[in-house]
């Protein structure tokens, strides 16, 4: 959700070491509905100096519902999308700045947690397959402060204010950072915590740099990257559908599905599709669940960052826009 005005985006860039330290301040020492209530007004502001990202949302969300970008239904479900995303950061700020035992009563409870526990005893690692949806920071943490050795695949921040306190706050609360480059190196870090019978977490539903592939999602197809795939066929570990949606009450509930069955003999294209589409049809009931907690702001569907692409990601003629 960055502009891609360098002048707006060196001035965001520069000042990011003080505006979101203050950030962590106030989440550190005010009250928690409070935070929310601020959230909401600034993101209402933000988003009428950037209406993009919410025309974005609203297309988004009118093929998830079937219905007009203009319906009432789509246009509300935008909005609470819009303050549920801020409300998400503040929880990870409050979650991460506090003891363990004040944190936790931001979370009703957790499914699954024994799949985790029963996936490690396999041996070969266990990859938590996440996605943009609810607070997956949260999962992050939480995992630490329960002792289970956990690593988590991001995209770095382009805001180095944002990026400094989000790796010292990870730091803080035992969270290991797998960076992702455009080498091979996270792959091998990765895989090497893999190897050693630990956990990753890795976002499955954002096709970063247009190398996915297409499968049917909510009756059109979209791009799915291809690496988190690639990496539980090649570690055998097992792979665990995870998610952390947000509830009525202002808390959240971790939820960790059953092992995704991984193909990994014959054709090893045809297994590897067969695997997303696994993937992303489970996906799919959560987004259908939680259409406002799926944070996407850009359209989903026809990305215009992947214009000039093909599907493997080979670069046609035309220039591809850079996604803002």
């Known amino acids: 959700m960055a502009t891609q005005n360098p002048v707006a985006r060196a001035i965001a860039s520069a000042t990011s070491r003080l505006w979101f330290p203050a950030a962590l301040l106030a ?10 209530r601020g959230g909401r007004a600034l993101a209402a502001v933000y988003y009428r100096l950037r209406p993009k990202y919410l025309r974005a949302a609203r297309r988004n969300l009118a093929v998830i519902l079937g219905e007009s970008e203009d319906a009432p239904e789509v246009r509300r479900l935008a909005s609470e999308m819009v303050a549920s995303h801020f409300r998400a950061w503040v929880d990870f700020m409050h979650f991460a700045t506090r003891p363990p035992g004040d944190a936790a009563r ?9 799949r985790i526990v029963e996936g490690r005893l396999a041996g070969k690692g266990v990859l ?3 996605a943009h949806l609810g607070n997956w920071e949260v999962g992050g943490l939480m995992l630490a402060q329960v002792k289970q050795p956990i690593h988590v695949v991001l995209v770095p921040d382009i805001f180095p204010g944002v990026e400094r306190e989000r790796r ?9 950072e797998i960076r992702v480059d455009h080498s091979f190196v996270p792959t091998l870090s990765v895989l090497r915590a893999l190897g050693e019978n630990e956990i990753v977490a890795m976002q499955g539903d954002r096709d970063f740099d247009n190398t996915g592939i297409a499968v049917p999602f909510f009756g059109r197809e979209a791009f799915f990257p291809r690496g988190p795939l690639r990496v539980a066929m090649a570690s055998g570990a097992v792979v665990l559908p995870a998610f952390i949606v947000g509830l009525p009450d202002g808390r959240y509930r971790a939820i960790v599905e059953e092992p995704l069955p991984i193909v990994a003999d014959g054709d090893r294209d045809a297994a590897l599709r067969r695997n997303l589409l696994t993937y992303v049809q489970r996906l799919e009931r959560y987004v259908r669940q939680y259409p406002e907690q799926w944070y996407c702001f850009y359209p989903f569907w026809d990305d215009p960052s992947r214009r000039g692409r093909t599907e493997t990601g080979g670069r046609r003629t035309e220039d591809a826009p850079v996604r803002g």
């Open 106 to 114: 931001l979370v009703e409870g957790v499914v699954g947690y024994s």
């Open 27 to 36: 989440s550190r020492n005010l009250p928690r509905p409070l935070m929310h």
């Open 168 to 176: 010292r706050l990870h730091a803080r609360c035992g969270v290991t």
């Open 128 to 130: 938590l397959l996440t």
